[in-house]
């Protein structure tokens, strides 16, 4: 089974302009995270689609923002790139979202290799 | 909110010796994940551990999670430079209360260097 596929893998931008990124799910895996790593942060999380509905929202701008298709296809947007939007943009799918509170094995997470954006 | 951290930051081990980095959350978790990464690469799936308590095993690995479904540990034994990467605890929250329940939070992560 093909793994999680990300596109663009390296992407250059400048102050102002805007990216779009895409992120295909493992086949079968409905539900979609979206996370930003930068060097001593970890992975800071930005959004979960399921359904083609977001689920949660991390604590990032509204330039940051993202849907889900129906064939569960993710993409996430950046408008109006800044210096500190530079990072690795991480796609993690998993068969179903998570549940506070409620212990789902199937919410494991499988991440794609990312999208590393440099904006200058 | 919750919030998960890790220590140590950065560990550096000499090949052969034992190990172990620490995770804690500021609330109640209903289950704890374990990734790695390697350098350069993704994250990838180690573990889940559910149960107050519990310990699982992986070869030289060994998982447990706090009585208070709050702390977790990764043990790893005779360490190997195939080890090398940042490990990732990450877990959901059980309160309703706080802006971060159901959001999966991963800790800042623990970099091992194993030195030859």
């Known amino acids: 089974k093909a793994g999680v596929t990300q596109t663009p893998r390296y992407l250059i931008k400048t102050r102002g302009q805007q990216v779009t990124l895409s992120c295909s799910p493992i086949s079968g895996h409905r539900s979609v995270s979206w996370y930003q790593q930068t060097p001593g942060q970890g992975l800071q999380f930005l959004f979960e689609y399921f359904s083609e509905t977001q689920r949660n929202k991390g604590n990032f701008p509204g330039r940051f923002s993202g849907r889900q298709f129906s064939n569960s296809r993710s993409e996430m947007n950046v408008s109006t790139l800044e210096l500190g939007d530079s990072a690795l943009y991480l796609c993690?799918?998993?068969?179903?979202?998570?549940?506070?509170?409620?212990?789902?094995?199937?919410?494991?997470?499988?991440f794609g290799p990312g999208t590393r954006l440099t904006v200058l | 909110g919750q919030q998960v951290m890790q220590i140590p930051q950065y560990q550096h081990v000499q090949e052969g010796e034992d190990f172990t980095t620490y995770c804690n959350s500021s609330?109640?978790?209903?289950?704890i994940q374990w990734y790695k990464q390697r350098p350069g690469g993704h994250p990838v799936f180690l573990i889940q551990?559910?149960?107050?308590?519990e310990v699982k095993k992986q070869k030289r690995l060994t998982f447990q999670f706090g009585e208070a479904k709050k702390n977790s540990s990764l043990h790893i034994t005779a360490t190997q430079t195939t080890d090398v990467g940042t490990y990732f605890c990450?877990?959901?929250?059980?309160?309703?209360?706080?802006?971060?329940?159901?959001?999966?939070?991963f800790g800042a992560g623990t970099q091992v260097v194993v030195t030859p």
């Open positions: 993690a799918s998993s068969l179903t979202p998570g549940l506070a509170g409620v212990v789902v094995s199937t919410d494991t997470q499988y």
């Open positions: 551990l559910v149960k107050s308590g």
């Open positions: 609330t109640t978790l209903s289950n």
């Open positions: 990450a877990g959901r929250g059980v309160s309703m209360t706080t802006d971060s329940w159901g959001k999966l939070q």
